[in-house]
C-alpha cells in the first residue's frame, strides 16, 4: 500500500531517511524540507507558513503558503492534503522530540486519521505510536518481534479492549486517567484491538507492526 510521508521540523529529530518507493508521497511540512534536503530527498510539495523553513524554497518543487495566523498547524495541512490525494497511510517523521505541545498535536493527528479509516504511524526516535479507533467494528494492531508495548486510552474511556500475546494479557475496559497499559512485553506476535474508543499504542521500532 502506498505510504504518504509528513515530514515535520523538530530540530530535534534524528530519524533516518524513509525509502520513498513508487506511488509513495513526500510532503514538507515547512521546515521538514530541511531534513529533506537533508537526506537528498525532494517532495512532492512543501505547505506551511514557512516560519521555521531554514532554507530557500525550490524553485522546481510545489508548494502551499499559508498565513501564520491560522487554525491549523502545518503538519494538520499535510495531513488534509495526503487525505485529500486519497492517501490512508501515513508516516509522520520529524514530528516528535521539539516542542511538546507540537507532539500533542501530531498526537491528535493520528487520532483524527483513525477516525477516518486511515492509518497514521508516528515516528518518535526510537518509538512508534498509533492511534486505533473504531468507527466502524473493532479496530486492530498486530505486532511481531521482541520489545515493549504500551498502550493508553485517549480521549476518555477505551471499552472492549484486548491486548493478547504478549506478558501480561488484558480483557476489559481501559481508563484515559489510569495508565495501566504501560510497559507491557512482546516476545513474539501479539494484538491489541478495541471495540469502542480510542487507544494510543506504542512500541519500539525494532517491533513490526500492522495497523
Known amino acids: 500500500m502506498p505510504t504518504c510521508y509528513l515530514v515535520g521540523a523538530s530540530p530535534e529529530a534524528d530519524e533516518a531517511a524513509p525509502r520513498v518507493l513508487t506511488g509513495d508521497c513526500v510532503i514538507a511540512a515547512d521546515g521538514g524540507l530541511d531534513h529533506l534536503r537533508r537526506w537528498g530527498i525532494a517532495p512532492d510539495l512543501v ?17 502551499a503558503t499559508y498565513p501564520a495566523e491560522k487554525d491549523d498547524t502545518d503538519m494538520a495541512l499535510a495531513l488534509e492534503e495526503g487525505l485529500r490525494r486519497g492517501f490512508t497511510r501515513f508516516a509522520l517523521l520529524c514530528a516528535a522530540g521539539g516542542r511538546p505541545d507540537h507532539t ?11 477516525r ?40 476518555g474511556r477505551a471499552k472492549g479492549v484486548m491486548i493478547a500475546g504478549m506478558k501480561y494479557g488484558f480483557t476489559g475496559d481501559l481508563d484515559g486517567a489510569t495508565p495501566l497499559g504501560v510497559s507491557n512485553e512482546l516476545d513474539d506476535e501479539g494484538r491489541v484491538s478495541l471495540e469502542e474508543g480510542v487507544l494510543l499504542c506504542y512500541w519500539e521500532e525494532q517491533i513490526e507492526a500492522q495497523p
Open 47 to 63: 505547505i506551511g507558513d514557512m516560519d521555521s523553513l531554514n532554507c530557500d524554497l525550490p524553485a522546481d518543487v510545489p508548494y
Open 104 to 114: 500533542m498535536a501530531n498526537l491528535q493527528l493520528l487520532v483524527k486519521a483513525a
Open 116 to 155: 477516518l479509516n486511515a492509518k497514521a504511524i508516528l515516528h518518535m526516535g526510537a518509538w512508534r505510536c498509533t492511534a486505533l479507533c473504531a468507527p466502524s467494528g473493532r479496530s486492530e494492531l498486530w505486532l511481531r518481534g521482541r520489545g515493549i508495548v504500551s498502550v493508553f486510552a485517549y480521549g
